[in-house]
T-cell receptor, first 116, second 110 residues
């Protein structure tokens, strides 16, 4: 069964460093997302991406964040200068055309980011 | 309360019993979705119900939606130990984003 994969599973970084979180969405999906979940809190939407551009983003997704689809398979989230409060589990998700806007999204296993 | 709030926050039942989890939301929606998350793992999409639907079934899952009360319920029948997980409702009101609730932690004792 196709699945979304994410690497690394755990990333530890120093405050102020740049990190890139990587995702490989399901191959025939067209919509891509990043969410985060701070420990003990709700899953929060960060950004959605379609047709090589951001289609929607939340207030969390400020200038420190960027997304890219550098090739036909990878989807990345970059945090330019990490802060302690960026420590969270980051989930990538993808969706196909079926189900229309807001249809069921397939989530990856997440990358746990720890900022020291 | 915020969009997509589940109750109870935690639920403990015996194997074979039914589990009911509720979700309330505040704004109008296109659809409401339920997800499961095993500890330390990603979210698994369970079922989607559209705003013009009232009830939907998938295997042992039954979801209802009452848009007049802005609430939904997820019923898991004949629960199994493997159903132990956190369950989240998520609403889609426009565009692509999902707004998640805080989740219900379900424990099914064998």
């Amino acid at each position: 069964e196709p699945e979304v994969t994410q690497t690394p599973s755990h990333q530890v970084t120093q405050m102020g460093q740049e990190v890139i979180l990587r995702c490989v969405p399901i191959s025939n999906h067209l919509y891509f997302y990043w969410y985060r979940q701070i420990l003990g809190q709700k899953v929060e939407f960060l950004v959605s991406f379609y047709n090589n551009e951001i289609s929607e983003k939340s207030e969390i997704f400020d200038d420190q964040f960027s997304v890219e689809r550098p090739d036909g398979s990878n989807f990345t989230l970059k945090i330019r200068s990490t802060k302690l409060e960026d420590s969270a589990m980051y989930f990538c998700a993808s969706r196909g055309e079926m189900g229309g806007a807001g249809g069921g999204q397939f989530f990856g296993p997440g990358t746990r980011l720890t900022v020291l | 309360s915020q969009q997509g709030e589940e109750d109870p926050q935690a639920l403990s039942i015996q194997e074979g019993e039914n589990a009911t989890m509720n979700c309330s939301y505040k704004t109008s929606i296109n659809n409401l979705q339920w997800y499961r998350q095993n500890s330390g793992r990603g979210l698994v999409h369970l079922i989607l119900i559209r705003s013009n639907e009232r009830e939907k079934h998938s295997g042992r899952l039954r979801v209802t939606l009452d848009t007049s009360k802005k609430s939904s319920s997820l019923l898991i029948t004949a629960s199994r130990a493997a159903d132990t997980a956190s369950y989240f409702c998520a609403t889609n009101n426009a565009g692509n984003m999902l707004t998640f609730g805080g989740g219900t932690r379900l424990m099914v004792k064998p």
